[in-house]
């Protein structure tokens, strides 16, 4: 009866030497489970024993890989002993979903629950177990029920998902871009564009379907002021995998809110004049256009049917695996075309990996790439090479970096670790890199792809906690997790495999005293690094600032040389500038000569011949604002009395004067 298996147990017969009579009374039970099951019972939540990432032994290259057949979750357990001898500690349990009966079958006869010997035990191609998690299952379907449940009034302008009123929905976000680029004409210097760069696949079978669309935002600024720089690029992919919401539009606020910024914001205007940032925010359109009415499925792909005798919720080509760099691995990627993770029937076949392939060979630089990328996977491509590639996923708060198609540090294994240590200090999340963290291998996967062909520093980040993530949890956690990751990654986008090994800027002060301006500023190695990092381990040697001129910019041909603080401030003399705003760019550099990112920052200088505070030589001058008449008070006094808040109204008439208080001056002088 159901009570002697409360869960699915499958297995091959062919690898079980156990009595007849035992075999043709466990299958009658696992009968008896499977036809009570129906497809309405799906999807589930599975678990199942396999071997460890790196404790594979080796199969022929035409095996299967489990972990690489199924649409997985999570590694819920490490450490685990053999199945065989209850030795090591090499076995994980991982947890995966099954979209229906016919994958449900299909997986069962991987399952090898008797290994014969440790070394068969550590096949790769055959779990030693497999069952139903009814926890984890109702978790799943709690997105579902929380999707129903939830039609409150839209946070947003544009048109939101059914039930999610916190995100866009498809044709939402394609309104929100061509409102990006409108607005983008009312606010000098800035410029938002949009590209069609290919068709979806129901459009290239001219049934319908999307175009495939990519923005651009960037700033002009430096033109603007007669100079030339070398602009960072960073390219932002979303919604690869239909049924993950909350990607496109982390990035969609993201980017507006950095739109938003441009000119009022120093450090948003910095970034903008000096990088060149590019979405795909829907790289999945058919498919995010049938999730949005058919939640239970649980959409991943594309709507290529492939000529697959598939479910219908099951066609399609997990585009994540279409990628033409180690594509057909099947250590990393499947051949069935009903699989989650069906790779397709060739390198770069499905349209929507092709314009994004097209796209990103135009957008990064061509003289960093290698001859015979495959070849030379341990060729390091050099601290100069220029480019940020960002694939966001969800779900899993990891960070995913190169090699995933196999447990193998690339040649920049070292630059990887630096930017994924500073990002881990904004959001927290976990690392998944060769020997750090590594879950399972992806071959034709999107941030191998362009690192190993492009040269660009790829990587996955993994947001959140569910695929339908709750909205409160999207704009309480989410948001305020990676909007700064994504901010330094842009700062370090133009050459992201050295900035982030250099020190960062903490924090920063500006004030101006007649025609000097004082700077501040302090810098750490370590500050923003999550983790005892190698390259985040060295003292700042220096801290630069430049007035009005970034360090990246040049003037007729020549590179700005700035002003070295001397302890953690400096002073300038600003006669010679405009009044208005200005800015202000700080870069520190450490011990073995790397310089971080540049962090910027406004300050004003008064319009010519109004009143300004008189200089003095005492370093710990203050300066306040004061409403009060008739002062004849010393500095203590003062001091004392206006305090912190600079404000001091209540004991005589109401009078705008500025007043200087060196501590340590017999008076203060008072202008009217």
């Not at 401030?569 to 011990?591: C, E, F, N």
Request: charge should be negative.
């Amino acid at each position: 009866t159901n009570k002697c298996f409360p869960y699915h147990v499958f297995f091959s017969d062919s690898r079980m030497r156990l009595p007849l009579f035992f075999l043709l009374t466990l299958n009658a039970k696992l009968s008896i489970i499977h036809s009570a099951t129906t497809s309405s019972d799906f999807p589930l939540v599975y678990t199942a024993i396999i071997p460890g990432p790196g404790s594979e032994v080796q199969t022929d290259s035409t095996d299967v890989y489990f972990a690489a057949e199924v649409d997985f979750l999570s590694t819920i357990e490490t450490g685990l002993p053999s199945p065989y001898d209850g030795s090591g500690d090499d076995f994980v349990k991982i947890s995966f979903m099954v979209h229906d009966e016919a994958e449900a079958q299909r997986l069962s006869k991987l399952v090898n629950i008797s290994p014969r010997s440790n070394n068969e035990a550590h096949n790769p191609s055959h779990p030693t177990s497999m069952e139903i998690d009814s926890s984890l299952t109702q978790d799943l379907r709690d997105q579902i029920i929380n999707h129903s449940a939830d039609h409150g009034t839209s946070r947003l302008e544009y048109t939101t998902i059914d039930g999610y009123d916190c995100y866009k929905n498809l044709e939402g976000t394609f309104d929100w871009i061509d409102d990006m680029v409108e607005r983008s004409n009312s606010i000098p210097n800035l410029i938002v564009s949009k590209e069609i760069i290919g068709n979806s696949f129901l459009k290239e079978q001219g049934n319908n379907g999307y175009d495939m669309i990519a923005m651009k935002v960037t700033g002009d600024g430096v033109a603007a002021a007669g100079r030339t720089t070398e602009k960072g690029v960073l390219f932002l992919m979303t919604g690869i995998h239909a049924r993950e919401l909350a990607p496109p539009e982390l990035v969609s606020r993201w980017i507006q809110d950095m739109i938003d910024g441009y000119g009022a914001d120093a450090e948003k205007t910095a970034i903008l004049d000096h990088t060149e940032i590019y979405a795909v925010l829907q790289s999945n359109p058919d498919g995010r256009n049938v999730l949005e009415s058919d939640f239970s499925s649980f959409r991943r792909k594309n709507l290529n049917p492939s000529g697959g005798s598939c479910t219908p919720d099951a066609r399609g080509v997990d585009l994540n695996r279409n990628f033409p760099f180690r594509w057909g691995l099947n250590s990393g990627s499947s051949s069935d075309k009903c699989s989650s993770t069906y790779r397709g029937q060739s390198p770069g076949s499905e349209p929507e990996v092709k314009a994004i392939v097209d796209f990103c060979q135009s957008i990064f630089p061509t003289d960093q790439r290698k001859p015979d990328p495959e070849q030379q996977t341990q060729q390091s491509y050099g601290e100069d090479a220029k480019g940020i590639f960002f694939d966001v996923h969800s779900y899993g708060e990891i960070m995913i970096y190169p090699w995933g198609h196999q447990e193998l540090e690339t040649g920049d294994d070292a630059s990887f670790k630096a930017l994924a240590n500073k990002f881990k200090h904004f959001n927290g999340y976990g690392f998944s890199g060769p020997n750090n963290g590594f879950s399972y291998p992806a071959s034709g996967a999107t941030d191998d792809w362009a690192y190993g062909t492009l040269g660009a520093l790829g990587m996955t980040f993994e947001l959140g906690n569910a695929f339908y993530q709750s909205c409160d949890y999207f704009e309480d956690n989410v948001i305020s997790d990676n909007f700064p990751a994504l901010t330094y990654a842009a700062k370090s986008s133009r050459a992201p495999y050295r900035i982030p090994k250099g020190p960062d800027i903490t924090s920063t002060s500006v004030s101006v005293d007649g025609l000097s301006l004082t700077i501040g500023a302090t810098a750490s190695d370590s500050a923003f690094a999550a983790v005892n990092n190698p390259t985040s381990q060295q003292s700042v040697i220096e801290i630069r600032a430049f007035v009005d001129i970034h360090p990246y910019d040049k003037q007729n041909g020549q590179l700005p040389t700035g002003v070295k603080l001397s302890g953690q401030s400096v002073i300038v003399d600003i006669s010679t500038l405009d009044d208005g705003k200005h800015t202000v760019y700080i870069q520190a550099t450490d011990g073995d000569g790397y310089i971080g990112p540049v962090t910027a920052t406004y300050f004003e200088k008064e319009e010519s011949g109004s009143n300004t505070a008189p200089s003095c030589a005492d370093s710990t001058t203050e300066t306040f604002r004061v409403d009060i008449i008739d002062i004849d008070h010393d500095c203590s006094w003062l001091s004392n009395n206006v305090g912190n808040e600079g404000r001091f109204n209540f004991l005589c008439e109401l009078l705008d004067i500025a007043v200087t208080c060196p501590y340590t001056c017999n008076k203060c002088a008072v202008f009217s």
